[in-house]
C-alpha cells in the first residue's frame, strides 16, 4: 500500500524513507484510513526492531509516512536468491524478530500480515519489522467486506479461517517465515499452501536440514502447532529458547554474502522467486501466489472446502 522513496530531511539533516499513497476522490476512504493508520500505530511503537516513523501527513491530496531509512535486503531476497548467512546469525535475526513482535504485542498491536518482504535486515546485522498497514488493536472495527486479510501462505489456521486473530496468531505467522528463512524451504509447501496450514502439518526440521539440532526442530514444533494454546504465548519466551537452541548449532564456513547497497522499505521489486520445496514435498509454491495480499472468504470456502468456525 503505497510506494517507498529516499529523500532528504533538509531540516534535520538526514536521509529518510517517504512513504507515499494518493489520496484523491477516487481513494476508498478505508484504504486511506489503513494508510494514516498504519504510520501511528508505528509510531507508538520504539523499539530497535521495529522501523521508526517520523512524520506523517498529506500535501496536494497525497498521503505520506517519513520514517528510518534502512539499509540492507529484506527477507525475501535472502530467500529467493539463496544468500549466504551463517545459521547462528539467522537464529539472532529471527530472535530480535520474536522481541520487536513481542514488544508491539504488549501494545496491544496485532501485525497480521508478516512475511519475508515484511522482514528485513538492516546494517547486516539488525532485524526490523515493517509495514503495519494491515495491524489491528483490540478495538479496531477496519475491515474489508468478504476479505480474510492477509497473505494466505503466511496466515495462521484461525486468520485463514477468518476468526480473531491475537498475538499467537503473529507469532504462528512469523514462525512460517522464520523456517522458511532458516532453510530454504516453507513448511506448508504444496499445491494449496492455506489448505496445509489448515489441514495438514508441516514439514519437520530434520527433514529440510538434519544439520540443525533437535531443540530447535521441537521449537518449531511447538510454534507451529494448530492450536493457539499450544503455541509459544510471547515473543520473549519464542526468542529465548531460539537463543538456547543456536548454541548447538555448529556453522558450516560460508562466505556471507553483503547486502545490498540501499534499499528502501517496500523500495525493492515485490516480485516473489519462491522459494525451494523441501525434500519430501516436491511441488513448490506458486511464485504469483507466494505474497498475495490478500485471500477471499469464496476463495478460501472453494479451494479448501471450508466455511468460517468450522473445525
Same mark, same amino acid.
Not at 522458511?180 to 496450514?197: C, D, Q, S, W
Given at each position: 500500500m503505497g510506494t517507498v522513496h529516499r529523500a532528504r530531511d533538509t531540516v534535520l539533516d538526514r536521509d529518510v524513507a517517504i512513504k507515499v499513497m494518493r489520496t484523491g476522490p477516487r481513494v476508498d476512504e478505508e484504504i486511506r484510513n489503513r494508510f494514516y493508520r498504519e504510520a501511528r500505530l508505528g509510531a507508538r511503537l520504539q523499539h530497535p526492531n521495529i522501523v521508526t516513523v517520523y512524520d506523517l501527513g498529506e500535501c496536494d491530496e497525497t498521503a505520506y509516512i517519513a520514517m528510518e531509512l534502512l539499509e540492507g535486503l529484506d527477507w525475501r531476497l535472502v530467500i529467493k536468491e539463496k544468500r549466504r548467512l551463517p545459521a547462528t546469525k539467522k537464529i539472532e535475526l529471527i530472535a530480535q524478530t520474536c522481541q520487536g513482535l513481542s514488544h508491539a504485542h504488549r501494545h496491544?498491536? %496485532?501485525?497480521?500480515?508478516l512475511k519475508p518482504s515484511n522482514l528485513y535486515i538492516h546494517g547486516g546485522d539488525q532485524a526490523k519489522i515493517l509495514d503495519f498497514g494491515l495491524a489491528r488493536m483490540p478495538t479496531s472495527n477496519l475491515t474489508l467486506t468478504g476479505k480474510i486479510l492477509g497473505t494466505p501462505n503466511y496466515m495462521?489456521?484461525?486468520? %485463514? $479461517?477468518?476468526? /480473531?486473530?491475537?498475538? /499467537?496468531?503473529?507469532?504462528?505467522?512469523?514462525?512460517?517465515?522464520?523456517?522458511?528463512? $532458516?532453510?530454504?524451504?516453507?513448511?506448508?509447501?504444496?499445491?494449496?499452501?492455506?489448505?496445509? %496450514?489448515?489441514?495438514?502439518?508441516?514439514?519437520?526440521?530434520v527433514n529440510v536440514d538434519p544439520m540443525?539440532?533437535?531443540?530447535?526442530?521441537?521449537?518449531?514444533?511447538?510454534?507451529?502447532?494448530?492450536? =493457539?494454546?499450544?503455541?509459544?504465548?510471547?515473543?520473549?519466551?519464542?526468542?529465548?529458547?531460539? $537463543?538456547?537452541?543456536?548454541?548447538?548449532?555448529?556453522?558450516?564456513?560460508?562466505?556471507?554474502?553483503?547486502?545490498?547497497?540501499?534499499?528502501? =522499505?517496500?523500495?525493492?521489486?515485490?516480485?516473489?522467486?519462491?522459494?525451494? =520445496?523441501?525434500?519430501s514435498q516436491q511441488i513448490p509454491l506458486s511464485p504469483e501466489a507466494a505474497e498475495s495480499e490478500t485471500l477471499t472468504t469464496v476463495d478460501a470456502e472453494r479451494e479448501m472446502g471450508l466455511r468460517e468456525g468450522r473445525d
Open positions: 496491544s498491536i %496485532i501485525h497480521r500480515d495462521a489456521p484461525e486468520q %485463514i $479461517l477468518g476468526r /480473531r486473530c491475537d498475538a /499467537r496468531s503473529d507469532l504462528f505467522s512469523a514462525s512460517i517465515v522464520f523456517f522458511e528463512f $532458516l532453510t530454504g524451504a516453507h513448511p506448508f509447501a504444496g499445491p494449496f499452501v492455506p489448505r496445509r %496450514i489448515v489441514d495438514g502439518e508441516p514439514e519437520l526440521l540443525l539440532p533437535d531443540s530447535l526442530g521441537a521449537i518449531f514444533e511447538k510454534a507451529l502447532s494448530k492450536p =493457539p494454546d499450544s503455541r509459544y504465548q510471547d515473543g520473549a519466551e519464542l526468542a529465548n529458547d531460539l $537463543l538456547e537452541a543456536a548454541k548447538e548449532v555448529i556453522d558450516e564456513e560460508v562466505a556471507v554474502d553483503e547486502p545490498a547497497p540501499f534499499a528502501g =522499505p517496500g523500495s525493492q521489486e515485490r516480485a516473489q522467486g519462491g522459494p525451494a =520445496p523441501s525434500p
